[in-house]
């Protein structure tokens, strides 16, 4: 199969810049900020923190801690951002939706503005670059897009300088009270800096525990973001059933679902008002699949947070697929979860043998269900030109070019 993979032109929705640092530039960035590590060496992070399995979800989030505090100045967010376009672009993906919480990286240097434009001003610089190159200009390859997603969070303790001066601004507000303070101020902020500089904020997002943090409490931020015409993601079902995906979609407005990995877990359902369970996931399975809510699926990530899944053949991508839902191949955290989107796609087609009939699942549902942030007749001509570039991959590693859709 050569590079087949590698050189077919990929998305990824659903990945989280701060869990998609390099080593190399994480271990140069705390040298410089003096920021303590478990090891200065990559081989030494690699087996003490950015390890190939974890124990659970919990110690999957411990790398977050290091990543986090070396991405809080502009010039650093600027770098991290550059190099993961330049990592994306490395393995012919295209096309990419990048997330963080901005609110993670404010302080008393950088306002939410700052965080943005210099995330963005990293992500310009890689596009920039790479659409003047002689393999665009020319023709020969698509062009890179981005987005940016800003993820609101479900909870959060003194994560942040921002986060700690939030919380003692509010003392009277419960945990779950005050999450959803602070995220209907980012939902007004991603706007107001989306529409003022227009930078390609193209998302909203909810991350963080699911359990105890039901999607709802922050309907406000959603319905704003909503009123202005921004797209909608949410973390939803990754730990958490059926009634959490409902909740992102009826109440949140989710045009996407990030993860959804335990929709067809009657086990996940709690509340005691849903009695016929099996009808409840039916009822639901066909709302996303008719309506094309697209689900962000990330293999690797969710094997390693939910060990007890035990193969890659058991994970529900095997019903969703059965179901027809929409689905994608996402990273989820290139240096958390050690993967490339090459990476899961390969891993998808050996476990579930999906066959060249089904390619459109791995190469062009992201393309089509993405946030694009043009227009859509602009969309319609980048997806265009990423299948003709498909068409002249497949022409040179697979037998017979696969038809296109
Ligand atoms: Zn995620």
Redesign the pocket.
């Known amino acids: 199969m050569g590079n087949f993979f590698k050189d077919a032109p990929k998305s990824d929705l ?1 990945v ?1 810049l701060d869990g998609s640092l390099r080593l190399d530039t994480l271990i140069d960035l705390a040298k410089s900020g003096k920021i303590k590590l478990p090891s200065t060496t990559v081989d030494g992070l690699n087996e003490l923190l950015f390890k190939d399995n974890y124990k659970d979800l919990g110690e999957y989030l411990t790398c977050f801690g290091y990543t986090v505090p070396v991405m809080q100045t502009r010039d650093n967010l600027e770098r991290v951002a550059y190099e993961f376009a330049l990592d994306n672009l490395a393995e012919n993906v295209f096309y990419v939706e990048v ?1 963080f919480a901005p609110q993670l990286h404010m302080n008393d240097e950088m306002d939410l503005e700052a965080v943005l434009v210099s995330v963005n001003n990293g992500l310009a610089r890689a596009q920039s670059e790479f659409n003047n190159s002689a393999a665009v200009k020319n023709g020969q390859k698509p062009r890179f897009i981005y987005g940016i997603i800003a993820c609101a969070m479900r909870s959060f303790g003194k994560f942040s300088n921002y986060y700690a001066k939030f919380l003692d601004a509010h003392p009277f507000s419960s945990k779950t009270r005050v999450a959803p303070l602070a995220s209907y101020e980012l939902a007004q902020g991603v706007i107001h800096i989306r529409d003022k500089l227009a930078i390609p904020i193209v998302g909203f997002d909810l ?1 963080g525990q699911e359990d105890g943090f039901p999607a709802k409490n922050h309907w406000k931020a959603y319905q704003f973001v909503h009123e202005n015409f921004m797209h909608k993601t949410v ?1 939803a079902g990754e730990a958490y059933g059926a009634e959490s995906i409902f909740q992102a979609i009826t109440e949140l407005h989710a045009d996407r679902i ?2 959804g990995y335990y929709l067809f877990d009657k086990n996940r359902i709690i509340a005691p008002e849903i009695l016929d369970k099996d009808k409840y996931i039916n009822a639901l399975t066909k709302y996303i699949a008719e309506n094309r809510i697209t689900i962000e699926v ?1 293999l690797t ?1 969710n094997m390693q947070t939910n060990p007890s899944i035990g193969k890659l053949e058991n994970h529900q991508f095997a019903q969703m697929r059965q179901a027809r839902l929409c689905t994608t191949f996402c990273t ?2 290139r240096a958390v979860s050690k993967t490339t989107v090459t990476n899961e796609i390969e891993k998808a087609v050996k476990a579930f043998k999906i066959g060249p009939a089904e390619y459109h699942y791995l190469f062009f549902d992201g393309f089509e269900h993405s946030f694009y942030p043009g227009s859509y007749i602009q969309k319609l001509e980048y997806v265009d030109s990423v299948k003709n570039y498909y068409q002249k991959v497949a022409a040179k590693y697979l037998q017979s070019p696969v038809e296109n859709r």
Do not use: W
Request: with cysteine; aromatic share 0%; charged share 20%.
């Open positions: 659903h989280h997330r991350a973390h990030g993860h990330c990530s989820d955290n």
